[in-house]
Antibody, heavy 123, light 106 residues
Framework: EVQLVESGGGLVQPGGSLRLSCAAS????????MEWVRQAPGKGLEWVGR??????????QYAASVEGRFTISRDDSKDSLYLHMNSLRTEDTAVYYC??????????????WGQGTLVTVSS | IQLTQSPSSLSASVGDRVTITCRAS??????LAWYQQKPGKAPNLLIY???TLQSGVPSRFSGSGSGTDFTLTINSLQAEDFATYYC?????????FGGGTKVEIK
């Protein structure tokens, strides 16, 4: 059974840093693209970024709102995906979800999501 | 690429047929997915490639469209379908979501 479990959220001051983790099980992490998506309180979904699979050298893409501040990494030996967040702003306050991508019909789409972890940026 | 969902909310009764539209600011072929989200829960995949039903999703859900105009239809709305629905384009970075459509009980 595929499972994704996020952790590492919490309260952080503006300008601070935080690392989110996503523990994956039930599949081979290195074979899959993985993504982070966030949702501010009471708002819609916002795509944060993507890490491609081992065959694509784990290259990454980011939303403009986080480019240069957030970095996605992974440790396949620990079956874990990470989101390193620096220079945090109040507008980064959100529930952060990790999601697994599946490739079919010519596209990558998110077929499994974690339960999310809340990040609050406030002084 | 911007995605415009309409309506932003709707009220419907159990048994109704519900249609939600998603319009892309430029052509995206069939690179669109639909997700359902219930309060306090993670999104759940319903449809990918515009019209392919994800395994395990009830057949009352269907998707159609290509290019710039897409539709999610729920036939015979059930109590468990009251939720917020999002479309997302999957062809061009950033992978944008629509603003969401909240389906409420009439």
């Amino acid at each position: 059974e595929v499972q994704l479990v996020e952790s590492g959220g919490g309260l952080v001051q503006p300008g601070g840093s935080l690392r989110l983790s996503c523990a994956a099980s039930g599949f081979t992490l290195s074979d899959h693209y993985m993504e982070w998506v966030r949702q501010a309180p009471g708002k819609g979904l916002e795509w944060v970024g993507r890490s491609r699979d081992k065959g694509n050298s784990y290259t990454t893409q980011y939303a403009a709102s986080v480019e240069g501040r957030f970095t996605i990494s992974r440790d396949d030996s620990k079956d874990s995906l990470y989101l390193h967040m620096n220079s945090l702003r109040t507008e980064d306050t959100a529930v952060y979800y990790c999601a697994r991508d599946r490739y079919s019909a010519g596209i990558y789409y998110k077929d499994y999501w974690g339960q999310g972890t809340l990040v609050t940026v406030s002084s | 690429i911007q995605l415009t969902q309409s309506p932003s909310s709707l009220s419907a009764s159990v048994g109704d047929r519900v249609t939600i539209t998603c319009r892309a600011s430029q052509g995206i072929s069939n690179a669109l997915a639909w997700y359902q989200q219930k309060p306090g829960k993670a999104p759940n995949l319903l449809i990918y490639a515009a019209s392919t039903l994800q395994s395990g999703v009830p057949s009352r859900f269907s998707g159609s469209g290509s290019g710039t105009d897409f539709t999610l239809t729920i036939n015979s709305l059930q109590a468990e379908d009251f939720a917020t629905y999002y479309c997302q384009q999957l062809i061009s970075y950033p992978l944008t979501f629509g603003g969401g459509t909240k389906v409420e009980i009439k």
